[in-house]
């Protein structure tokens, strides 16, 4: 387990939450009213039909990245389940799947922000000291 593969939860959350504004931004496009003046024809728009096309096909990928995040996010539960130390397991769960910063999970758990930081490995003397010791 490194951080590429810890990691790979926030990218996909990220990627569904860019095509849920996609989705958002063609549903406004689609449900726009806007006066017509003249009865000549416009072109260069997409059509009401194309844009709902559209938005099915992006449903379609939400739902798929959705079940390839519930996948990465059971992975990733199962790979800190392994690691001996609870305190780390606490810490890497919020840290990773909840996503939450440090200084909140400190909150959560307890802990100072410091004892938070050497665990993560961000003190100088042990840079990513927690993800060396999950890879074994």
């Not at 996909?12 to 726009?32: F, G, M, P, W």
């Amino acid at each position: 387990m490194d951080i590429e593969f810890l990691n790979q939860y926030r990218i996909k959350d990220q990627q569904i939450t860019r095509l849920i504004e996609k989705k958002e931004q063609l549903l406004t496009l689609a449900t726009r009213v806007t006066p017509q003046l003249s009865d000549m024809p416009r072109g260069g728009g997409k059509s009401t039909e194309d844009i709902y096309a559209e938005m099915i096909d992006i449903e379609l990928d939400i739902n798929a990245e959705i079940d390839e995040l519930a996948k990465i996010k059971l992975d990733i539960c199962r790979q800190i389940k392994l690691i001996d130390n609870i305190t780390v397991r606490k810490v890497l769960g919020y840290r990773y799947i909840k996503r939450w910063s440090d200084r909140r999970g400190q909150r959560r758990i307890g802990y100072s922000y410091k004892y938070i930081a050497k665990i993560m490995g961000r003190s100088k003397t042990s840079i990513l000291k927690i993800h060396n010791k999950a890879i074994k």
